[in-house]
């Protein structure tokens, strides 16, 4: 946990490091608007990490959450998707009893690396080697977002639904530098156990945030 979280536990600041009105391009969600909340901080260290730039927090701003409750609301959108960087570092009570406030759906994409915050209608969990979810979130999780960079990530990702319960779906995501390498075992892997769909990154081929 860094330090400024301590020092502001109430989560009324955030460290910002960007916020846009996009479309979903994984998972569960893909193809759906919705406004995106990327805070600061990450300790999990993914080798395939593609927002290193958010590991951080004290690189960021540390912003008034009421402000990026109201430039959402200004977007027109229902729904928000908070993203990191692991967002769970900080307290998220404040941010998601505002956006409860404003009738707007709560969506989170995490590790589960930390104990949860916040009131969400929907947890996107997406365990990492380095640091696994810790137990709560399993249970809670909406979904299960398995990052797939070798076969032996197969064999993680089994651990994980087994620990998940009956309402969550599952997807598969081939990591982005191994696209090429993996997608056809993975292909072949949903063919052979169909309770698991792919989740692809359309935004990067749609070239939007
Ligand atoms: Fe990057 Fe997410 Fe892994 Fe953190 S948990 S290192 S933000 S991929």
């Not at 990191?84 to 009738?103: A, I, Q």
């Not at 640091?131 to 797939?148: G, Q, S, T």
């Not at 052979?192 to 935004?203: A, D, F, T």
Request: net charge neutral; with cysteine; aromatic share 12%.
């Amino acid at each position: 946990m860094n330090n400024d979280s301590t020092a502001i536990p109430d989560g009324a600041r955030l460290p910002l490091v960007e916020e846009f009105f996009s479309l979903q391009g994984e998972g569960y969600h893909t193809g759906k608007a919705a406004y995106f909340i990327r805070l600061g901080g990450c300790d999990v260290g993914c080798s395939w990490c593609d927002s290193r730039f958010s590991w951080n927090p004290n690189l960021h701003p540390m912003v008034e959450t009421d402000a990026i409750i109201d430039r959402m609301t200004k977007s027109g959108t229902d729904s928000v998707v908070v993203t990191g960087g692991e967002p769970l570092m900080w307290n998220l009570d404040y941010l998601c009893t505002g956006l409860k406030k404003k009738n707007i759906r709560t969506f989170i994409e995490t590790s589960g690396a930390y104990p949860l915050s916040g009131d969400w209608d929907w947890i996107c969990l997406s365990p990492k080697r380095n640091m696994p979810p810790v137990r709560e979130i399993c249970k809670v999780a909406d979904e299960l977002k398995v990052i797939i960079q070798d076969k032996s990530d197969f064999e993680w990702a089994e651990k994980y639904r087994g620990m998940v319960t009956g309402k969550c779906r599952f997807f598969l995501q081939p990591e982005w530098s191994r696209f090429e390498t993996i997608i056809p075992e993975i292909v072949e892997y949903i063919k052979r156990n169909p309770i698991w769909r792919i989740s692809l990154q359309v935004h990067k081929y749609m070239h939007i945030p």
